[in-house]
């Protein structure tokens, strides 16, 4: 294998299929990086870029320290210095075998597994938000199905449920469970069936009042506590009409009243790295959190073309090169993502959750969202006039996304059945 250019970084980009990776992709490899991808997908989106040298698909069971082994010796070979995992999941896998990683002269791109906790764990974020004087809506943290359902009473209905995780380690299973978002439920029965099935181990869900507001992001680069760069942003459409990542996103102004909750809040945590702090926000008093994600965040493109490049500062702090914070973001630059706006009129297809109080567009109103004239100066996350393929691949990868995601429908309406039938005895249920 040829040694790297003299002078010249080497970096590996985890979970390739992501969009945060093609982000990450594109900026170092246009900084001059030698940039390769891994991914447990078959043809993931970040390895169709120019700028991969080259990508390698996760052996040994996928998202599993077996096969994060076998990419490690991969990266390895090549000379690879800087490791950027993308998910909740593999930030974890890799902090677990993080002696390994730097044995093998390799540095990773994501704080310690307690640290990350903090974040990850919806309950103990809201927690530490609470007691750091951050709104947060009216939440309770059950501890069993009876506290869910008393929670539930004080709330009212209609109110959400919401996983503590959304990568899930099952220790039976030897593998990471993925939740797909909060429920909402409008009435007891909805309730136990929504506890049980959104049960993780012994950490039950989240029960939440319904706040109103939009979608913002603040995010941030941390360094041992201290922020290096901020950025904001606004949700115009969500992938799901109920709420969720977006499909459509604009840069905003880091106002004051955005960025001091966040700021207070990765204080607490001690951050270190890149994060994004979510808020529902109705332009009365301080925002509600909503949650953080304590990793680069779906959304990431939209930064750095709006001028804060935080792969680029997020490397560069990982290699101990001094890094000045930016002069600020350019307002106003607009994002679709083309592969969320079509997965988001399959959801309006599919008709509102059961229980879901907000505003929810027709089939004929989400046509027009994805065939209609988009806001003035929209550009498609994918494409990239210096960067073409990514735009096919988009199309390529998400054919087999959409085969997954119907089998996971098939799955869940088996799943339901039997959830139900338990719900019918809740008490035995929930010992």
């Known amino acids: 294998m040829p040694s790297p250019e003299r002078g010249q970084r080497s970096i590996l980009v985890l979970d390739g299929h992501t969009t945060q990776a093609l982000a990450c992709v594109r900026s170092l490899g246009r900084a001059g990086a030698r940039v390769f991808v891994a ?24 998202d599993t320290p077996d096969g994060l082994a076998a990419v490690r010796r991969w990266a390895s070979d090549r000379g690879v210095e800087v490791v950027l995992p993308q998910r909740e999941r593999t930030c974890l896998l890799c902090d677990a075998e993080r002696g390994q990683w730097e044995a093998a002269g390799m540095t990773l791109g994501c704080g310690p597994t307690d640290m990350l906790l903090g974040a990850f764990d919806k309950g103990r974020t809201l927690a530490l938000a609470h007691a750091s004087g ?9 501890a069993s199905l009876a506290d869910c359902q008393a929670a539930a009473a004080m709330v009212s209905y209609p109110c959400i449920v919401k996983p503590r995780f959304s990568d ?17 439920v409008r009435d007891a029965v909805e309730l136990c069936e929504s506890a049980l099935s959104l049960r993780q181990g012994e950490h039950w869900p989240v029960i939440q009042d319904i706040v109103p507001g939009r979608g913002k992001g603040v995010s941030a680069l941390y360094e041992h506590g201290q922020p290096v760069a901020w950025f904001a942003h606004e949700r115009l459409r969500d992938v799901r009409p109920s709420g969720s990542s977006s499909s459509l ?16 809040l990765l204080g607490a945590l001690g951050w270190h790295g890149p ?4 808020f ?25 073309a709006a001028g804060i490049d935080f792969p680029l500062l997020w490397t560069a702090l990982l290699r101990g090169e001094p890094v000045a914070p930016p002069a600020g973001s350019r307002n106003g630059v607009t994002l679709r993502w083309l592969w969320g706006d079509l997965k988001r009129l399959l959801r309006i297809v599919e008709g509102p959750p059961p229980g879901c109080p907000e505003p929810y567009p027709g089939i004929w109103a989400g046509l027009r969202e994805v065939l209609g004239p988009q806001p003035p100066g929209t550009t498609v996350e994918t494409w990239s006039r210096d960067d073409v393929w990514p735009a096919l691949g988009e199309w390529v990868q998400g054919a087999g996304e959409l085969g997954g995601m119907l089998q996971t429908r098939l799955a869940r309406l088996v799943s339901g059945v039997a959830t139900r039938q338990r719900a019918s005895t809740p008490v035995a249920a929930a010992r």
């Open 168 to 184: 899930f380690w099952d220790a039976g299973a030897g593998r990471f469970q993925a939740e797909h978002g909060a429920h909402y």
């Open 134 to 142: 951050v709104r947060i809506p009216p939440t309770w943290f059950p």
């Open 249 to 264: 996103r604009r840069s905003i102004p880091v106002e004051p009243r955005l960025r001091e909750p966040a700021s207070r």
């Open 39 to 62: 991914s447990t997908e078959r043809w993931p989106l970040a390895a169709w870029s120019r700028y991969c040298r080259a990508w390698v698909r996760q052996g040994g069971g996928g």
């Open 280 to 304: 529902r926000d109705d332009g009365s008093g301080e925002p509600y959190l909503i949650e953080v994600n304590g990793r680069l965040w779906g959304s990431l493109a939209l930064a750095v």
């Open 275 to 278: 994060a994004m702090v979510e």
